[in-house]
């Protein structure tokens, strides 16, 4: 059953601009990623500079979905549960700066050895958390599939797990030619790629919860 009525039509259309915009950050985490690995240092900073407005605009969508849930007391019975969940939601776009302006500040040299596995790590980061967002809008249109996305989420976020594992070993082999300071540094930046695929599990196992409370 469709959550919304034509007299939520206003929140529906704030939490679909604001799920947008979320989804528009994961594409740009992605991107600026992928041009620093390549060495793109003027695309790399193009990403950052639309990472951040992705990241307000959200800001400003969030306030707006709050300020309407509350004001009209809409969906009283679930009011809660959406509160946590967008809030939750709004980690998104926090790591994918996160990770970007990390890159910036401390510009970390990526073997060619490893580009590719650093820029694999991302793309399934960016996979669960794109997973999550679809998730989420089901949630509030057909809630009954939920767990289809779920699985799909805990998925991607277990084959990064195994990505990471296999990368922190090549890094940390006596082959590589990285000192131990170089190869501690790489090792962060590997877990800084995955924190996306770790939020969406989290939040992930929050909608499960919330669809069981909704099937109550």
Known sequence: MKLFRDRNKELEMEMDIYLNHLQKGVNTFLEGVKAYLRG?????YE????MTEHES??????VNLKYVLFRYNLIPN??????????????INDISKEVLLNL???????????VDDF?????????AAETLINGVRIYFTEF???????????LFESEVDMMQYHLKLKIFSEDSTYDLCEKMMLNSFVDEMAKLSDLAEQIASKLSVFKFKRDM
């Open 40 to 44: 793109e240092t003027e695309q790399f």
């Open 47 to 50: 990403r950052i500079k639309i």
């Open 57 to 62: 605009d959200a800001d400003v969508h969030l």
């Open 78 to 91: 679930l009011s809660a549960d959406i509160l946590e969940l967008m809030d939750s939601m709004d980690d």
């Open 104 to 114: 910036e500040v401390v510009k970390p040299h990526i073997d060619k050895a490893f």
């Open 119 to 127: 820029g694999h790590i991302a793309k399934k980061s960016k996979q």
């Open 144 to 154: 009954k599939t939920i767990e289809d996305y779920v699985t799909k989420v805990k």
